[in-house]
């Protein structure tokens, strides 16, 4: 997001836009359908190029027709193939393998070389679209050969892509192998949730509005629920999901991301510096359990064999490259609390799983109950609590849920819904969700990436779920049926509370 609008149709300086993982998915899929879009929107710089970074030797021709296949494939909006080729036209390759130290000292002049021709003013964004495992060897050796030094007159950035770890340990490791090359305004670390406007308009909702901010906190606030269910089960992935689950793979992440969004303090300017400092100081601030308490504050499922959307998905232990008796959770539910001022006592009730009923990702702040006694001498016999409910997906839009007089002669009343819908105001071009997290990258903007030390207090916040359940191995594991709503447990965590997840009107 930028800082206003002008920023936000800034055209980047002249770049060379570098992609590690040229062959792979993420590029295919995503990576070069946002620069289509960019290009489309003429959004990129004037003076720009690719570079393929390859382990083994293609031609480039080949990779050219491979990405414009994928182009055609993945578009959002209608190719002009013109724009396309011009696009992939400004495309070399070179060959590098961090395993291969000598490689990188080539691909420096190959970088050289292309900058020269294409006028590309010295300055590099390398995009890691590469497995998580080969950040830290790739980051170490385009340090080593100097392709990360800036100076005043040249900018150097490194994009990767979450996981940024898969635990504690592991985040902190590389985040120091990043910082060993690179300062952290050098860094974007992507979590391409921010790249979605509903999410971004948390921010706006709050702070750009008088009404919300005061009621903002636990005078007011009952509890949170963030919900981000999907109805597909593991597919193919079982290698990496088996490896990684719900809780790794979605909750440090973007269930963080959107925790820090609705629960940080209001930053004094809409920088990427304070912006990002009061939401590591959010995550920060969420209380670490011991591991009986996360036994306690935690249920973890796994998919039985079912149906979603009149398909059949198989058992979750029966998925290809799933053990036979895998302990992975499908399915997460979490009560986290908050130690501040603002929250105290408000619990936040974070949920996720796959195989699920309905897709829906959604964050519902539930208002404390309005006082009863003027309802005491009536028909009325409870009054329902206010909702208000920020719609992620696949409803992009802002609900508030209230209470009004059913029309008759006696007191009745219930919940009705006012509802405001993205689609109904705005007509966004369709994208992939990359364009402005790319575009940010290009013009120097990380308000929406995060920094280290939010990728830090998000894994300590889940470090005690991980090595409680690790310790209890079976124990506790909840199994529910694809197709369904997750385990009942998931609905107990709330129960004991005397609450209950939303169900949508
Ligand atoms: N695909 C998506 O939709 C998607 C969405 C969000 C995030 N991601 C993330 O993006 C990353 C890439 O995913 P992907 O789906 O594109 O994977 P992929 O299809 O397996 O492609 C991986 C790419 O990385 C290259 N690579 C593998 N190991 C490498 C190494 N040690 N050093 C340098 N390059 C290496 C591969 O090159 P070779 O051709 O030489 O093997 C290939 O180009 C992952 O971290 C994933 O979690 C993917």
Not at 326 to 343: G, H, M, P, Q
């Amino acid at each position: 997001m930028s800082t206003n609008g002008t920023a936000r149709s800034a055209q980047p300086d002249p770049c060379n836009f570098v992609i590690f993982g040229v062959t792979g998915d993420l590029t295919h899929r995503l990576v070069i359908p946002a620069l289509y879009n960019l290009a489309e929107a003429d959004l990129l710089p004037q003076r720009f190029c690719i570079t393929g970074v390859v382990r083994k030797p293609i031609d480039a021709d080949a990779l050219r027709d491979s990405l414009m296949q994928g182009l055609r494939k993945f578009a959002t909006r209608p190719l002009k193939d013109d724009l396309a080729r011009r696009l992939l036209g400004c495309l070399t390759t070179v060959q590098a393998d961090p395993s291969e130290p000598a490689s990188f000292d080539r691909m420096r002049q190959h970088l050289e070389d292309a900058e020269h021709s294409r006028a590309t003013a010295g300055n590099r964004l390398f995009y890691l679209a590469t497995p998580p495992d080969a950040f830290a060897p790739i980051a170490r050796e385009l340090g080593r050969v100097g392709l990360l030094r800036e100076d005043n007159d040249h900018w150097r950035r490194l994009v990767i892509e979450k996981p940024f770890g898969t635990d504690l340990a592991s985040a902190i490791v590389l985040n120091g192998a990043l910082l060993k090359v690179a300062d952290e305004h050098q860094l974007y670390r992507i979590d391409h949730y921010l790249g979605k406007e509903t999410v971004q308009n948390i921010l706006v909702l709050r702070f750009a509005n008088g009404m919300f901010e005061p009621i903002w906190n636990r005078n007011h606030i009952d509890h949170v629920q963030i919900t981000v269910d999907e109805t597909l089960g593991v597919g193919h992935r079982g290698s990496f999901y088996d490896a990684t689950g719900a809780l790794r793979d979605m909750v440090p992440n973007h269930l963080f991301q959107l925790l820090s969004l609705v629960a940080m303090e209001p930053p004094a300017r809409f920088d990427a510096h304070t912006v990002r400092t009061c939401k590591a100081e959010v995550l920060g601030a969420i209380q670490t359990q011991s591991e009986a308490e996360a036994l306690r504050n935690a249920v973890r499922g796994q998919y039985r064999a079912g149906r979603v959307e009149d398909q059949p998905i198989e058992d979750y232990r029966k998925t290809a490259n799933v053990a036979p008796d895998s302990t992975t959770e499908t399915y997460v539910a979490l009560k986290l609390a908050i130690d501040n001022w603002r929250w105290a006592g408000v619990p936040f009730y974070l949920r996720t799983g796959k195989a699920l009923a309905t897709k829906r990702t959604e964050v519902a702040i539930k208002f404390k109950e309005a006082p009863f006694t003027m309802f005491r001498d009536t028909a009325v016999d409870r009054l329902s609590q206010n909702y208000l409910v920020i719609g992620i997906e696949p409803v992009e839009g802002i609900t508030l849920q209230f209470n009004t007089k059913v029309p008759g002669p006696s007191i009745a009343i219930d919940g009705v819904e006012m509802k405001f819908q993205y689609k109904d105001y705005f007509h966004a071009a369709p994208s992939t969700g990359y364009e402005t997290l790319i575009h940010d990258c290009m013009i120097g903007d990380n308000i929406l990436f995060q920094r280290a030390d939010s990728v830090e207090a998000g894994w300590q916040a889940v470090q005690p779920f991980l090595d409680a359940w690790r310790k209890a191995g079976n124990d506790g594991l909840e199994f529910y049926q694809a197709g369904s709503n997750g385990p009942e447990a998931g609905e107990a965590l709330l129960a004991r509370d005397g609450r209950g997840w939303r169900t949508p009107c």
